[in-house]
């Protein structure tokens, strides 16, 4: 049983930080663990992802240089520190397994996961 559980978010001010978690369990040994969000009326969005290979994370263009993923392998557990934050930000925050057990390549679309946690509400007020 695979589960994903994020924590962490809140209301934060314009140019603020959060950090989220993604504490997961069960199956995830050479999967990406990736991460989306969701703002109201629109689609999920890929926010970034960590390769199960190298563990190096990866980024959508709209958060590179401001959005930082690392992780604790200890805790089976990845963090999504997010920095300068703007009020497009503003979503339901998801952490995601790859559906693919060893991928070839960045898991950037949403179908590309099948196991997700609950979300967690990031606001950011202006």
């Known amino acids: 049983q695979v589960q994903l559980v994020e924590s962490g978010g809140g209301l934060v001010q314009a140019g603020g930080s959060l950090r989220l978690s993604c504490a997961y369990s069960g199956r995830t040994f050479g999967y990406d663990i990736g991460w989306f969000r969701q703002a109201p009326g629109k689609g999920r969005e890929f926010v970034g992802g960590t390769t199960w290979s190298s563990e190096t994370p990866y980024y959508a263009d709209s958060v590179k240089g401001r959005f930082a993923i690392s992780r604790d392998k200890a805790k089976n557990t990845d963090y999504l520190q997010m920095n300068s934050l703007k009020s497009e930000d503003t979503a339901v925050y998801y952490c995601?397994?790859?559906?693919?057990?060893?991928?070839?390549?960045?898991?950037?679309?949403?179908?590309?996961?099948?196991?997700w946690g609950q979300g967690t509400q990031v606001t950011v007020s202006s």
């Open positions: 995601a397994r790859s559906r693919e057990l060893f991928p070839a390549g960045e898991v950037r679309a949403h179908d590309g996961y099948d196991y």
